[in-house]
């Protein structure tokens, strides 16, 4: 087990919060669901000749991808990689942000002790969060510091697809359990609205009074409900 015991309680951020907390972080919203977007554009060019695990893999690999691309354009963030661990790395701050694909409770803050990834992490992930690795050393999983008014440190941007919408949540976690191969707790639950296929074209701009957020991609209709778990 690992020495770090997770928080009692997850500071929360809702949905109407979110953007103005992430970013703080140099993260715009936009972009995450931009990869969003772009995971669920990938998967769905995909026929049965596939294999079943293809949509999954092929969503994360796209996503991934994108995001990486969106937060280097920005010049604050770089893609890191440590041990075939895909992460962001933030210039300034140093922390970081990597995607993982969550359970249920993802989106969610009626889970006691919060989301899990949907597969325990073998070895190599495992060794990518030691102390002498720069992912995830011990010292970004301990209470963090504040930088620029946004908190340094680990990062994850956690999502389900449910197969009705995608849930989405970009959270801080408390510590790493190797024998388990999961996240022992979170410090900071983000939660972002969640991402549904829908009538709206993602590239539209509407006025203020319209609500539709602009930027999200191209080429995929989808609609932003807000979570009520």
Not at 114 to 139: C, I, N, Q, W
Request: with cysteine; proline share 7%; hydrophobic share 40%.
């Amino acid at each position: 087990m690992s020495d770090l015991e997770p928080l009692l309680t997850a500071q929360i951020v809702p949905p109407d919060r979110a953007a103005d907390f992430l970013r703080a972080m140099d993260i715009e919203i936009e972009d995450l669901y931009a990869a969003v977007t772009a995971g669920e554009r990938a998967a769905d060019a995909l026929d049965h000749f596939a294999p079943p695990m293809a949509p999954g893999f092929v969503r994360w690999v796209e996503l991934v991808a994108e995001l990486r691309r969106r937060l280097a354009a920005t010049g604050r963030w770089f893609p890191d990689n440590r041990r075939g661990q895909p992460a962001s790395r933030h210039i300034a701050s140093r922390r970081t942000l990597t995607v993982m694909s969550g359970d249920e409770a993802t989106g969610s803050a009626g889970s006691a002790h919060g989301p899990r990834m949907v597969r325990r992490k073998g070895t190599a992930t495992a060794d990518s969060f030691r102390p002498d690795e720069v992912l995830f050393p011990l010292a970004d999983l301990r209470p963090a510091a504040r930088f620029d008014g946004a908190l340094a440190g680990t990062w994850v941007l956690l999502y389900c697809d449910d197969g009705a919408a995608v849930r989405l949540e970009v959270s801080q976690p408390s510590g790493f359990d190797e024998d388990s191969g999961q996240f022992t707790g979170w410090m900071v639950r983000v939660f972002l609205d969640d991402w549904r296929p829908g009538d709206r074209r993602p590239g539209d701009r509407r006025s203020p009074e319209a609500g539709l957020e602009s930027g999200l991609g191209a080429a995929t209709d989808l609609q932003l409900f807000r979570s009520v778990a």
